[in-house]
């Protein structure tokens, strides 16, 4: 019994001594986020990754929207749609040399995808900053086609992934910086690999398969309308 007392005794004056060192929940560093759910625009840079005849979608100006409701803990559902300004060196796989390029085209690419998302330090923020990082997959479009030109991009399925900070000062407003990559498949026509008259094959390299899958990142700053307790 005396042992018992004793260590009893000793998680008092533990807690006492912790509850001492801690912070007055005014001045604690942490704040609870009192909303569930938000609605961003924002705006950045889309970085494509290396297509080696670039006639895929190439980087550019992006801008979207997104939509994220907390499900539950430090974790919220995403819905985000992304508008990349982008561009395209189209080529006519049936000429050879200068003549198979079509010079630079203006085309518009769409990313749609659905993330997890989990705020690292739960429901709070810790000096009014919420470190965030996201999984998900969608897909991407593009309004690529230049005749005569075969290549179609599709609408190849893409994995989503990334993180960012959430800079939450209280009341219905916040920022937030967000990198994220989309990670999908390109596949070239197989015109491109058919040697023309007095040529050789359009411009793709042997190293260079047909299909395969490539990284693009995105940079962006974003502003934040918070709503519902």
């Known amino acids: 019994m ?3 007392l004793s260590a009893l005794a000793l998680v008092v004056v533990a807690t006492t001594a912790r509850a001492q060192v801690g912070h007055l929940p005014q001045n604690s560093p942490f704040r609870d986020v009192e909303t569930s759910q938000e609605l961003t625009f924002f705006g950045g840079r889309y970085s494509a990754g290396q297509d080696l005849i670039n006639v895929a979608p190439q980087g550019g100006p992006m801008f979207g929207l997104r939509y994220e409701k907390h499900v539950g803990g430090p974790a919220s559902l995403m819905v985000r749609w ?8 189209p080529i006519d796989p049936t000429k050879t040399g200068s003549a198979a390029q079509l010079g630079k085209k203006s085309v518009s690419l769409n990313l749609y995808d659905i993330n997890l998302a989990i705020n690292l330090t739960g429901e709070k923020s810790f000096h009014h900053i919420v470190p965030v990082v996201n999984l998900g997959a969608g897909v991407a479009t593009c309004g690529c086609t230049v ?4 290549y179609k991009f599709g609408t190849p399925f893409a994995f989503s992934f990334g993180g960012g900070l959430r800079y939450v000062p209280g009341g219905r407003f916040q920022l937030r910086v967000d990198l994220n990559d989309y990670l999908y498949q390109l596949k070239y026509p197989t015109q491109y690999y058919v040697i023309p008259t007095g040529g050789t094959a359009a411009a793709v390299p042997a ?7 490539k990284n693009n990142g995105a940079l962006t700053l974003g502003a934040s309308v918070l709503f519902f307790r």
């Open 2 to 4: 005396k042992l018992l």
């Open 82 to 89: 992304s508008h990349v300004n982008s561009e395209r060196f």
């Open 147 to 150: 005749e005569p030109d075969p």
């Open 207 to 213: 190293k260079q398969s047909r299909s395969f899958w």
